[in-house]
């Protein structure tokens, strides 16, 4: 079984502009989780989506955004990118129901910097 | 808010070592809790996944515990190897204010470990 891909892998943008991110869970997982990987913070929760729906919101601002569709496969968008949003993002896939917790499977991620 | 803390934050050993890492959380209130392994710029591997339900996980050479009650989470590797050389991250789901978790993983700031031949 493939394992949850990311694209692109590595990405360098301008402050101010907006960058959409790509996320293609695992086969059969309908569950996809976004994370921020940060030297000074290290991984923090941004959203996951089920179903289409997002379920689960971290504490970021507006300018971070996501969606899901119908193949489960998930984007997540910044706009107006800051100095500080440069970071791994990782996404992960699990085939969490609305009942039990199952383990999550990440990506190799995608490398952001903004310059 | 739960918080995750891992100690030590780094590790170093000569290779065949047992090694013991260890992983507290503040809320005891958790779904589960997920030991993974990350090398530099890569994604994560899950390693472990414990049931709150569970004590413990074991993979190969690895054993993961758990106490819920104390917050406490730890991670064994026997016979340790050049190639276990990573950074090494534990991470909980517990329910937000609704009663729910979807997802949300609470992570500490990992374990570098370094086997030296």
């Known amino acids: 079984k493939a394992g949850v891909t990311q694209t692109p892998r590595y990405l360098i943008k301008t402050r101010g502009q907006q960058v959409t991110l790509s996320c293609s869970p695992i086969?059969?997982?309908?569950?996809v989780s976004w994370y921020q990987q940060t030297p000074g913070q290290g991984l923090q929760f941004l959203f996951e989506y089920f179903s289409e729906t997002q379920r689960n919101k971290g504490n970021f601002p507006g300018r971070f955004s996501g969606r899901q569709f119908s193949n489960s496969r998930s984007e997540m968008n910044v706009s107006t990118l800051e100095l500080g949003d440069s970071a791994l993002y990782l996404c992960?896939?699990?085939?969490?129901?609305?009942?039990?917790?199952?383990?999550?499977?990440f990506g190799p991620g995608t490398r952001l910097t903004v310059t | 808010k739960q918080e995750v803390t891992q100690i030590p934050a780094a590790l170093s050993v000569p290779e065949g070592e047992n090694l013991v890492l260890n992983c507290s959380f503040t809320d005891s209130a958790i779904y589960n809790l997920q030991w993974f392994r990350q090398d530099p710029g890569k994604g994560l591997t899950s390693l472990l996944l414990i049931q709150s339900s569970q004590r413990e996980q074991t993979s190969g050479r690895l054993n993961a515990s758990l106490d819920k009650s104390s917050g406490r989470s730890t991670l064994y590797i026997a016979a340790s190897q050049p190639g276990d050389s990573a950074t090494y991250l534990c991470?909980?789901?517990?329910?937000?204010?609704?009663?729910?978790?979807?997802?949300?993983?609470?992570f500490g700031q990992g374990t570098i470990l370094t086997v030296h031949p």
């Open positions: 991470a909980v789901e517990v329910a937000n204010a609704g009663g729910t978790s979807y997802g949300k993983l609470t």
């Open positions: 086969s059969g997982h309908r569950s």
């Open positions: 992960a896939s699990s085939t969490s129901g609305t009942s039990l917790h199952h383990e999550q499977y």
